[in-house]
């Protein structure tokens, strides 16, 4: 499957570093324009490469923390957003909940809630289990 | 404030939920043994992910799951010296009778106040809404608890000292 590299080439986590940058600077300019939706989207897509690296996961927590920490609806955001982008939300949340900053944690149980409406118990089940793709 | 503990709570809620799903398993390297997997951690196909859930820097909640049991830790919000002991001493004696509760844990984990540790069996004798609604209930009543015990030693201390005092005057 691919992906599933044992061996992180040191030039692939580079270029996954600076990938994580261009979208980081995509998110800002879409939270300047409060298009928080779409950065949340952006932010989560392509999350999955090299998860082996702990540079590239901490770039990406990092940029999803910012998309999660702007937004102000939580409803309306679930409402717009894709379901399949519910499981890795899903897992950036418990990121988010096991840092035990009081801001990230209320924002995060916040989400958390709706999410689980939304997404039902499986979602959740579905985090626990996945040991293979963790962020 | 109480909002947060409501949606702490029923985070919590969610994933023990989720995480409850337990059956029988006997042990896989020794014959004729069953052994809560989650305490042994031998084998990493039988354990699921981990989960912390924090609710601020102080008070956070570790659930454990493996496939025939769980295990739930929760560290207490403990605001002062007093209240330290006196969550110290309550859970100590809480734990120490731990036979009567059936699903608590002797020690806590390394790290937190108290643990609880659910298996198959548990499952099977109990319904399991009932002891997540049990795990619940007993966060929520620790801390009025632990007001409580705290209220009733200052009342206590004053009335001493004022009565001792007394013949001072």
Redesign the interface.
């Given at each position: 499957m691919a992906g599933s590299e044992g061996f992180v080439g040191a030039d692939n986590a580079e270029a996954i570093i600076t990938r994580i940058e261009h979208k980081t600077r995509k998110i800002e300019s879409l939270l300047k324009q409060y298009k928080t939706v779409e950065a949340l989207k952006t932010a989560l897509e392509g999350t999955y490469a090299m998860t082996s690296d702990e540079r590239c996961k901490s770039a990406h927590w990092i940029a999803v923390h910012r998309a999660i920490m702007a937004i102000k609806d939580v409803d309306g955001m679930l409402s717009s957003l894709d379901p399949e982008y519910y499981d890795i939300l899903m897992k950036y949340l418990?990121r988010g909940?096991?840092?035990?900053?009081?801001p990230t944690?209320?924002q995060c149980?916040?989400i958390?809630?709706k999410l689980?409406e939304r997404a039902g118990?499986?979602c959740?089940?579905r985090?626990?289990?996945?040991?293979v793709n963790?962020v | 404030m109480g909002s947060?503990l409501r949606?702490?709570l029923?985070?919590i809620r969610?994933?023990l939920?989720?995480?409850m799903?337990l059956q029988n398993f006997p042990c896989q390297e020794v014959e004729r043994h069953n052994k809560p997997e989650v305490e042994l951690k031998s084998s990493?196909e039988l354990?699921?992910?981990p989960?912390?859930?924090?609710?601020?820097?102080a008070e956070?909640c570790l659930i454990e799951?493996s496939i025939n049991s769980l295990r739930i830790s929760l560290k207490v919000k403990q605001a002062d010296e007093l209240e330290n002991i006196l969550t110290k001493k309550f859970l100590r004696f809480l734990s120490m009778r731990a036979e009567a509760f059936q699903v608590l844990r002797r020690k806590p984990v390394q790290g937190y106040d108290i643990s609880f540790l659910i298996t198959n069996y548990h499952c099977e004798e109990m319904q399991k809404q009932k002891l997540i609604d049990f795990i619940v209930q007993f966060m929520e009543d620790i801390d009025k608890e632990i007001s409580e015990l705290k209220m009733s030693v200052n009342t206590r201390g004053r009335l001493v000292a004022t009565e001792f005092l007394k013949q001072f005057i």
């Open positions: 418990y909940l096991s840092t035990g900053d009081r944690c209320d149980l916040r958390h809630e689980t118990h499986g959740i089940l985090f626990l289990t996945d040991t963790t | 947060t949606l702490y029923t985070c969610n994933t939920h989720a995480a799903c990493p354990l699921l992910n989960v912390v859930i924090c609710r601020n820097e956070k799951t």
